[in-house]
């Protein structure tokens, strides 16, 4: 988390106000944290926190990918369709290999809670693409027998 | 330029690195000490002359006088619009509302830019230097530096650096023993590349949804809270305290007359050499590409140059001696951007490569305004009609209807642009257009509603195994016997010629 602007308590000034709701993104980081996605739960707390409104809270959500409204699985399959990876021609091919195989559409969960998978934007992994990254781990140089071992391996993991 | 690690002439063999051609012809100065100092320690950056432009400004020159340098200097922001920075803040300064702020955008999401990212994580100090000085000359005590947060190294350094910078009294209270007091604090981004609009980025500092407003107002006049604020790109405050020590002539003697300084490019794509580079202001892209950049790789043809990312545009062969200029570039049907540079050769399919700034850009509309919303949706589907062999002759008509309206109706720089890469790719590469819609081919071999997989007779050996492998049954064979691919089953996805251990699979 980062340092953000000083946070006070007073709320009869409307800058002051406004401050307060400025820490919103950095509260939404630290609560998804907390409990891997933002429930309902998550978002009632952080809506109390900050004086605002589940609604207003839920809307800011919503606008930004980062945030997670929904749960997520166990291994979160991020397919990077970044400029390196879509030159050597991977993202759509590895995207539409993947959700074949897990039967999920990009943003979708396997019934199990197992599996996520996700389009995202560059990996910083360009030298080495086509790069696919599950959950904190970088995969490089990605090809559909890679792929098949890869979900093999994670689906006999517990 | 001085280094500490002082290249020694080697008589032998081995060459200073500023002689390497990658080198060569560059003119370091928001890069000037990336990769050569530690950005962990300010020490190494006080020793290269670090803060001593602040203390120039705040201890021997009036607010006034910084804006004076900057406006001579004619830097131009080099966050992709290139305004002249000392207006900007003349602007702000001018603007009586108060407290103002001072605001970084390092939002950095163009697909293959990283420019501001390696600045960031390899120089943060020159960013907070430019930063004081800005919040000197317009008056203001508090800046926020916009981040994205993809970039965790990037917000690690900067995080080490302000606190550095508050112990060593270069930010905080009475900066210099002066009146003038300034702090800086970091606020992390969420994934919408729309924030690094500046309206947008300001909303989100607020902790809002990230959605451009129209201006007027300014920044300068109402910004974040409503209060006058100044937005400045990365490289824009890097550049800063080198202009504050050498001088605005000095500045202003880099590049060329109406783009004074350097540029800074992420080379990337189909070329030899990729990275970063500074080079003067007015250097063409001929000697950026292939000087530099070292050419095409495997012998292969260059076909177009796309700067401007995802808003930007591509040019071909004939403009490759345009000087790289915010004004040349315009005039040659591309934009500056913030500097990303792609370069892509024979292989890559220019409505598929239009296609893919399109993607990208029409995903990140805000939905705020109709034109950018809907516009967006309908190109995609022409684009995506033409690659799949389905176009007709009167979708280039099509797309360039929809492109003029989006153009003119859009609520903010992102809708106005989206359109740019395919207006330029549809003004140089017509033919390749024409190619898919009359001919129902793709020139580049890559629409795979437009190509067929083939098994090459005299290569093929029997082995079966992409028999064994095509997901889709298309392929039938007996052993030893060569193989054949029913095009209308296969879906194209290419397995079969990854696995294929004879070459006897091909495009056609
Ligand atoms: C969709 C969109 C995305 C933008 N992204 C960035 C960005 O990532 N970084 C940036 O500095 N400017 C970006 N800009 C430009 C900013 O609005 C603004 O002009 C710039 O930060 C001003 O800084 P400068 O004067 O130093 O160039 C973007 C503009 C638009 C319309
Ligand atoms: S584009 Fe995929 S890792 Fe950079």
């Known amino acids: 988390m980062v340092a953000t602007s000083p946070i006070t308590t007073q709320t009869d000034n409307p800058l002051q106000d406004g401050r307060k709701r400025a820490m919103l993104l950095a509260a939404l980081y630290i609560a998804q944290e907390q409990f891997g996605w933002l429930s309902e739960e998550a978002i009632q707390r952080v809506a109390e926190r900050l004086n605002l409104t589940v609604g207003q809270v839920k809307s800011t959500a919503s606008f930004y990918t980062m945030f997670k409204l929904q749960p997520q699985g166990k291994y979160r399959i991020q397919v990077c369709e970044g400029l390196s990876c879509y030159l050597v021609g991977g993202a759509e091919p590895i995207i539409n290999y993947i959700a074949e195989k897990l039967g999920i559409q990009p943003g979708e969960t396997t019934p199990d809670g197992k599996f996520t998978l996700e389009v995202v934007q560059c990996l910083a992994a360009c030298g080495t693409a086509p790069a696919v990254k599950v959950n904190d781990e970088l995969y490089e140089n990605m090809t559909f027998s890679a792929i098949d071992q890869l979900l093999e391996r994670l689906q006999q993991e517990n | ?355 893919y700034f399109l993607t990208f850009a029409s995903a990140e509309s805000c939905g705020k305004c109709v034109p950018c919303r809907i516009g967006g949706r309908r190109l995609l589907e022409v684009l995506t009609r033409i690659g799949n062999g389905e176009g007709k002759p009167e979708d280039l008509d099509e797309i360039e209807y929809i492109s003029r309206n989006m153009k003119e109706a859009s609520l903010c720089a992102l809708g106005q642009l989206t359109p740019g890469p395919v207006m330029a790719s549809l003004r140089f590469f017509r033919s390749e257009y024409e190619a898919h819609i009359y001919d129902k081919k793709c020139p580049a071999k890559v629409c795979r509603g437009l190509i067929t997989y083939k098994v090459i007779e005299e290569n093929c050996t029997g082995c079966m195994v992409c028999k064994r492998n095509c997901p889709a049954g298309a392929i039938s064979g007996e052993k030893r016997q060569v193989h054949y691919i029913d095009p209308n089953i296969c879906e194209r996805c290419g397995i079969c010629i990854e696995v294929c251990k004879f070459d006897a699979i091909m495009i056609e």
């Open chain 2, 1 to 355: 330029m001085e280094s500490p690690v002082q290249p020694q002439p080697n008589p032998l063999t081995i060459p200073s690195y500023t002689d390497l051609p990658f080198y060569r012809k560059q003119v370091r100065i928001a890069l000037r000490n990336c990769g050569i100092i530690n950005p962990e320690r300010i020490e190494e950056y006080i020793e290269r002359g670090g803060y001593l432009a602040l203390a120039k400004a705040v201890t021997e020159m009036t607010p006034d006088e910084v804006i004076g340098v900057m406006k001579d200097s004619k830097l131009r922001g080099r966050g992709g619009a290139g305004f002249v920075t000392g207006i900007k803040w003349e602007f702000a300064r001018r603007s009586p509302a108060k407290p103002k702020y001072v605001i970084c955008n390092a939002d950095e999401g163009d697909p293959g830019a990283f420019m501001d990212r390696s600045i960031l994580e390899g120089d943060p100090h020159s960013v907070i230097e430019g930063m004081a000085i800005a919040a000197y000359a317009i008056g203001s005590e508090e800046g926020y530096i916009y981040c994205r947060a993809e970039y965790p190294l990037a917000i690690a350094h900067l995080k080490i650096a302000i606190q550095q910078a508050r112990e060593f009294g270069f930010l905080g209270k009475n900066i210099f023993g002066t009146n003038f007091s300034f702090d800086l604090y970091i606020k992390e981004g969420a994934g919408a590349f729309v924030c690094g609009e500046e309206t947008a980025l300001m909303a989100s500092i607020e902790g809002r949804r990230g959605e451009p407003r129209p201006r007027p107002p300014f920044p300068a006049v109402s910004g974040l809270w409503n209060k006058p604020s100044n937005v400045n790109n990365v490289k824009s405050y890097a550049m800063t305290p080198q202009i504050i020590l050498n001088g605005a002539e000095w500045f202003a003697s880099i590049g060329t007359e109406s783009s004074p300084g350097t540029a800074i490019f992420a080379l990337t794509g189909k070329i030899n050499h990729t990275g970063l580079i500074e080079v003067p202001m007015g250097t063409t892209l001929r000697e950026i590409i292939y000087d530099i950049g070292g050419g095409i790789p495997g012998g292969k043809q260059f076909k177009a140059v796309q700067t401007g990312g995802p808003l930007g545009g591509c040019l071909p062969a004939e403009a490759l001696d345009t000087p790289v200029d915010f004004d040349s570039l315009v005039q040659a049907g591309a934009t500056m951007g913030s500097g990303g540079m792609i370069v892509v050769d024979e292989d890559t399919c220019m409505v598929e490569f239009a296609k």
